[in-house]
């Protein structure tokens, strides 16, 4: 019994280190750093997780769209995303209180993508700031 105990903490803590260390390796970008990459555009993807509707109605210029209806909750994100595993892939969504941008991005790293970061502000800050944006 004790044995049991002590087992299933332990793959409790490998776990949880485990997740928070993924986390760990997203960093969140501000609109002047995302702004900065985007027009460098030196092997970099912006990704919009927000939904078709919301992407077609406007967007920040040169994003592209994956959904976690498409993508299956993110977990098939790799066969949206380029083959370069070196590619810097930027997520965004509806802002801070919205969890797409961060959930996709761990799920990019997951699969193996090491360049991964999240705007947070999101579509709504990038708004507010009058960069471009596109509506389609």
């Not at 485990?18 to 609109?31: E, I, K, P, R, T």
């Not at 994100?77 to 370069?84: Q, Y």
């Not at 991005?105 to 999101?122: K, S, W």
């Amino acid at each position: 019994m004790t044995r049991r105990v002590v087992s299933l903490i332990g793959l409790l803590c490998i776990c949880f280190w485990g997740s928070s260390s993924v986390f760990a390796q997203v960093a969140d970008l501000n609109s002047e750093e995302l702004k900065q990459r985007i027009e460098s555009a030196q092997n970099t993807v912006v990704v919009d997780t927000r939904s078709n509707q919301e992407y077609v109605t406007g967007h920040i210029s040169g994003a592209i769209n994956i959904t976690s209806q498409e993508s299956n909750m993110f977990s098939t994100i790799a066969r949206f995303l380029p083959p370069d595993k070196e590619t810097t892939l930027i997520f965004y969504c509806r802002g801070y209180n919205c969890s797409l941008a961060p959930d996709a991005a761990m799920a990019a790293y997951a699969a193996g993508y090491r360049h991964v970061y999240t705007y947070r502000g999101g579509y709504p800050d990038w708004q507010a700031k009058g960069y471009p944006i596109v509506h389609r």
